[in-house]
């Protein structure tokens, strides 16, 4: 499971089994917790199916109720869990809240991948991706959620002062996936300008300055003279 650090000096997952094999202890955001394992037999060894039923359930609430709203024990009865597996997995209610933006996220850059995939040249790869970037958010009711902060702006921060991880991860995967299509880009100048596109489409999904053509053009034209300028 992400998000848990080292504090056995064994394997680096942060893991640690006390008696014979009756629980697993992990330490993350730095606390102490525990996990039965049944627990862990039912988060699966790759640890998908109940996480995926939390966020579902959690994401369905966010939209529903926004951040105040959310109650670990409604998550935990929506997946069939315990309140404390919730707490397990995610740590608090902001950790969970954190997830649910990470996981949408990464979904977005799955379209991202298959929308640059679909052109032979970077200027319309970027067109096209900031497009279906623009346009998927504006029907997204969870980053609705999340940015208009139905009953309170708690979670903007996700998406503005400690959008970092979601940022990184954005940039990395952008740049990682255009090198691989184009291999002759110079890698510094591509990670550089994929950071940059990246926080300026998340500042116009926030707040829009134009119509989403207008603006993707506008961008694929900043990065591709940015990386011809680097050659």
Not at 185 to 203: G, H, N, Q
Not at 211 to 218: K, V
Request: charged share 25%; hydrophobic share 40%; proline share 4%.
């Amino acid at each position: 499971m992400s998000g848990g650090r080292d504090v056995t000096g064994r394997d680096g997952t942060g893991r640690a089994m006390t008696g014979p094999g009756r629980r697993v202890i992990m330490v993350r955001w730095g606390r102490r917790l525990t996990i039965t394992q049944e627990e862990r037999r039912l988060m699966g060894t790759p640890g998908r199916p109940v996480r995926e039923a939390l966020l579902d359930a959690a994401a369905s609430l966010l939209v529903e109720r926004g951040y105040r709203g959310l109650r670990m024990r409604d998550v935990a009865a929506a997946a069939g869990v315990s309140r404390q597996t919730v707490y397990n997995e995610f740590g608090d209610k902001w950790g969970l809240a954190q997830a649910v933006v990470i996981r949408d996220n990464e979904r977005y850059l799955d379209g991202i991948d298959a929308v640059l995939s679909e052109h032979d040249d970077l200027y319309s790869a970027v067109t096209a991706a900031v497009v279906y970037t623009l346009e998927t958010s504006a029907n997204d009711q969870l980053k609705k959620a999340v940015l208009t902060g139905a009953g309170g702006d708690e979670l903007l921060p996700l998406l503005t002062t400690q959008a970092e991880p979601v940022l990184f991860t954005a940039s990395a995967r952008i740049a990682e996936h255009a090198l691989r299509h184009w291999p002759d880009l110079d890698r510094d100048a591509l990670t550089e300008i994929a950071d940059a596109a990246v926080r300026l489409t998340m500042s116009h999904i926030m707040l829009p300055s134009g119509p989403p053509e207008r603006f993707a053009h506008f961008v694929a034209r900043m990065v591709t003279r940015y990386v011809a300028g680097s050659s």
